[in-house]
């Protein structure tokens, strides 16, 4: 049976309105966020669960999947949407209404906390690969809350920084992607961010969640806070928040235990913030402004009305019995098969000199402080707690006939937001310690084995920023002691983003595994002894240093004053490499493959609404393998500054030794716009210039078209 909202909201009282515009405690203890309803006019509860890496139903288990610049990695939103659905599967499974996430923020500096859990540097990217998320979520009867809107680049400071950042680039960069969840996956929820941007609080920010999301992209689902994200009452509810979490202080959220059990982990100089201890806004205040006149109750009840949409659209009006589609999957031998394929999809090969894929009758030393161990992600509200996981150290177990383990240095300590005795780190997962880790043992093992492994990784966590992107403690020293001693070495990174690489012309193979949760160490034997392609291709570019990225001075990073200066612009990621001709050790989209792909004929059509671009490929090398062709679009007519390409289009097949096809991939003529602060979207008529290659810097063919 349909609700009819506006019948429902005028049967409320002000008393019950306001129960509903924010949340409270979940009775179960089970939710992340919990909307309580009313049971007198009809109104199911809502229930919401952390979600971006797998679901985080409090206290339950569920698949841990590889982290979502893994994901993103893939360069496949068919594969995103296979995600997606698995996602609205488990939180079907645990009785959640709805998921937060995806998170598509643009990765903006290599040392955001959290980078690992959104996609890319590039909006196109970041949408396409958030569309498919959301659509698949959404396909389960659950709703997708994308997030954090808008520029939450950062997590120092995250409650007060103010993003000082253009119209123009919020709209060419930070906002495509959350445009795209809106008009093109229609997702039912956003999420605010922490921050200010150009000094407002996102909850209170009426110009970009009312103008912007709600009117100009005709947004009609729910606009929620972060949890304590929301900074006033009247503000926000004339802006356009449509609902706080979780709505209740802190302290009734984890009572007596919020310093213990959710708590922002130790810097080397003492305790980083804690969780804003902020009223329930929405609450008594909110009431008060009602009574007042100071916010009209037709205010309110257009909030409840989207969320009663929202109830609507995932079912919750339906009778008992009719929503067997809400039944959910969990843990299921798909989940876990589909958790592995990610993270093989996700997997970029960086180098590789003929040493990869290794044979089975190898003797392989695997070395690594934490290789025993599946890097599961990294810290905050995206811990997923898994059935089963496999360490690197047990994946190859199962497939080298000879395999040694060393440590080398001592474990690197791993992030958690959650306090939890019962689970150990990776750093302990085997109950070992750093007892007895040396070098000198690493060495050794080298030199007695056909082929050294070096499992290295970061730590990465919300709530804090990296420090800097070297590989922590004495990994980098390990890596250059074991690829002096060992005859062939293949190092494999478990990072969260980019990370300096000062022994790379030392080794003969590198992969980037990112964070590839419960499948880690399957997937990673599948690729090593080849039995799968390692398909991905960078979504983010590896600079040498820190210094060649556009955040690399403190004013732009992390700021000062409370402000982080948005001084780049449109220059974001490989824009910025190329606007300041920076070499990058690894440009965006790049990734090898067992197979050799030959580009043949390549030419562009125009059609009714653009361009048809059309590659022909072969594969000419020996083994199966999937190849992204990858399309760019130069805006040489503008008459303002424009990147020298930016990624328009792109398009992932996967080929049998011999086989031949013939890639296509449109191109609208909003590609070639640009957005002029006065006059909004302008197309740069004149010729551009349309560029076909394998990364960014690859480019395999160039044409000029008239716009």
């Given at each position: 049976m349909q609700s009819d909202s506006t019948s429902?909201?005028?049967?409320?009282?002000?008393?019950?309105?306001?129960?509903?515009?924010?949340?409270?405690?979940?009775?179960?203890?089970?939710?992340?966020?919990?909307?309580?309803?009313?049971?007198?006019?009809?109104?199911?509860?809502?229930?919401?669960?952390?979600?971006?890496?797998?679901?985080?139903?409090?206290?339950?288990?569920?698949?841990?999947?590889?982290?979502?610049?893994?994901l993103a990695s893939s360069w496949d939103p068919d594969l995103a949407r296979e995600f997606g659905a698995a996602l609205g599967r488990e939180a079907a499974a645990h009785d959640q209404d709805v998921v937060l996430g995806p998170g598509v923020n643009i990765i903006r500096t290599p040392h955001s906390g959290r980078n690992f859990e959104y996609y890319s540097e590039d909006p196109h990217l970041a949408g396409r690969m958030g569309v498919g998320t959301i659509e698949g979520i959404q396909s389960e009867g659950v709703a997708a809350t994308v997030k954090h809107y808008v520029a939450n680049n950062q997590e120092t400071n995250r409650y007060e920084v103010s993003a000082d950042v253009s119209e123009r680039a919020l709209r060419e960069i930070y906002l495509p992607a959350f445009r795209a969840a809106v008009e093109d996956a229609d997702v039912l929820s956003v999420m605010t961010a922490y921050n200010r941007v150009n000094g407002v609080h996102m909850s209170d920010h009426e110009h970009l969640l009312s103008n912007v999301l709600k009117d100009e992209w005709g947004f009609d689902g729910l606009v929620v806070s972060d949890w304590w994200g929301t900074r006033s009452a009247?503000?926000?509810?004339?802006?356009?928040?449509?609902?706080?979490?979780?709505?209740?202080?802190?302290?009734?959220?984890?009572?007596?235990?919020?310093?213990?059990?959710?708590?922002?982990?130790?810097?080397?100089?003492?305790?980083?913030?804690p969780l804003p201890d902020v009223p329930a806004y929405f609450g008594e205040p909110l009431r008060e402004a009602v009574e007042s006149g100071a916010v009209d109750e037709s205010v309110l009840d257009e909030k409840?009305?989207?969320?009663?949409?929202?109830?609507?659209?995932?079912?919750?009006?339906?009778?008992?019995?009719?929503?067997?589609?809400?039944?959910?999957?969990?843990?299921?031998?798909?989940?876990?098969?589909?958790?592995?394929?990610?993270?093989?999809e996700g997997t970029v090969m960086l180098t590789n000199d003929g040493t990869l894929p290794l044979d089975e009758s190898d003797s392989i030393a695997l070395i690594g402080p934490?290789?025993?161990?599946?890097?599961?992600?990294?810290?905050?509200?995206?811990?997923v707690s898994p059935v089963t996981e496999t360490s690197p150290r047990e994946g190859l177990a199962e497939r080298a006939a000879d395999l040694s383990f060393?440590?080398?240095?001592?474990?690197?300590?791993?992030?958690?937001?959650?306090?939890?005795?019962?689970?150990?780190?990776?750093?302990?997962?085997?109950?070992?310690?750093?007892?007895?880790?040396?070098?000198?043992?690493?060495?050794?093992?080298?030199?007695?084995?056909?082929?050294?492994?070096?499992?290295?990784?970061?730590?990465?966590?919300?709530?804090?920023?990296?420090?800097?992107?070297?590989?922590?403690?004495?990994?980098?020293?390990?890596?250059?002691?074991?690829?002096?001693?060992?005859?062939?070495?293949?190092?494999?990174?478990?990072?969260?983003?980019?990370v300096e690489l000062p022994w790379l012309d030392a080794v003969d193979a590198v992969l980037e595994t990112w964070y590839p949760g419960q499948a880690d160490g399957e997937a990673l034997?599948?690729?090593?002894?080849?039995?799968?392609?390692?398909?991905?291709r960078l979504p983010v570019t590896f600079g040498r240093s820190a210094a060649d990225y556009p955040t690399a001075?403190?004013?732009?990073?992390?700021?000062?004053?409370?402000?982080?200066?948005?001084?780049?612009?449109?220059?974001?990621?490989?824009?910025?490499?190329?606007?300041?001709?920076?070499?990058?050790?690894?440009?965006?989209?790049?990734?090898?493959?067992?197979?050799?792909?030959?580009?043949?004929?390549?030419?562009?059509?125009?059609?009714?609404?653009?361009?048809?671009?059309?590659?022909?490929?072969?594969?000419?090398?020996?083994?199966?393998?999937?190849?992204?062709?990858?399309?760019?679009?130069?805006?040489?007519?503008?008459?303002?500054?424009?990147?020298?390409?930016?990624?328009?289009?792109?398009?992932?097949?996967?080929?049998?030794?011999?086989?031949?096809?013939?890639?296509?991939?449109?191109?609208?003529?909003?590609?070639?716009?640009?957005?002029?602060?006065?006059?909004?979207?302008?197309?740069?008529?004149?010729?551009?210039?349309?560029?076909?290659?394998?990364?960014?810097?690859?480019?395999?063919a160039t044409f000029d078209v008239d716009v």
């Open positions: 429902l909201v005028d049967d409320l009282t002000l008393e019950e309105k306001l129960e509903l515009v924010h949340g409270t405690l979940d009775p179960d203890e089970k939710a992340t966020g919990y909307v309580p309803g009313n049971d007198r006019v009809g109104v199911p509860p809502l229930t919401m669960v952390d979600g971006p890496l797998g679901v985080r139903a409090l206290g339950e288990q569920a698949t841990a999947f590889p982290s979502s610049i893994a009247v503000d926000a509810a004339l802006a356009g928040l449509d609902l706080e979490m979780p709505g209740v202080d802190l302290e009734a959220y984890l009572p007596g235990e919020a310093d213990d059990e959710m708590e922002a982990p130790d810097d080397e100089d003492g305790e980083l913030p409840i009305e989207r969320l009663l949409r929202v109830m609507e659209a995932v079912g919750r009006f339906e009778a008992e019995g009719e929503a067997d589609a809400r039944e959910g999957e969990l843990d299921t031998p798909e989940h876990r098969r589909l958790a592995r394929d990610i993270a093989v934490n290789a025993d161990a599946a890097k599961l992600g990294g810290g905050g509200s995206s811990e060393e440590r080398g240095v001592s474990p690197i300590a791993e992030s958690s937001f959650f306090d939890d005795e019962d689970e150990p780190t990776a750093a302990d997962a085997d109950g070992d310690t750093d007892a007895g880790a040396s070098i000198d043992d690493a060495v050794a093992a080298a030199e007695a084995a056909d082929c050294a492994v070096v499992v290295a990784q970061d730590d990465a966590t919300e709530f804090k920023d990296r420090d800097h992107i070297e590989l922590p403690g004495e990994q980098n020293e390990l890596i250059s002691a074991v690829a002096d001693a060992a005859d062939r070495t293949v190092v494999v990174l478990r990072t969260s983003g980019p034997a599948a690729v090593l002894f080849g039995d799968d392609d390692p398909s991905g001075d403190e004013a732009a990073f992390p700021g000062t004053d409370g402000s982080a200066r948005y001084d780049e612009g449109v220059f974001v990621g490989y824009r910025y490499f190329d606007e300041h001709d920076v070499e990058p050790l690894f440009p965006f989209g790049h990734g090898l493959s067992y197979a050799t792909f030959e580009y043949g004929d390549a030419t562009v059509s125009e059609t009714d609404d653009g361009f048809e671009v059309a590659v022909d490929l072969r594969n000419v090398g020996e083994r199966p393998g999937k190849e992204v062709v990858q399309v760019y679009a130069r805006k040489s007519s503008a008459p303002v500054a424009c990147p020298d390409r930016e990624l328009v289009a792109f398009d992932a097949v996967t080929l049998e030794p011999g086989e031949k096809t013939t890639v296509r991939v449109s191109l609208d003529r909003d590609d070639f716009a640009y957005y002029d602060e006065d006059d909004g979207w302008t197309a740069a008529t004149g010729t551009n210039t349309i560029l076909v290659g394998r990364s960014s810097r690859d480019v395999r």
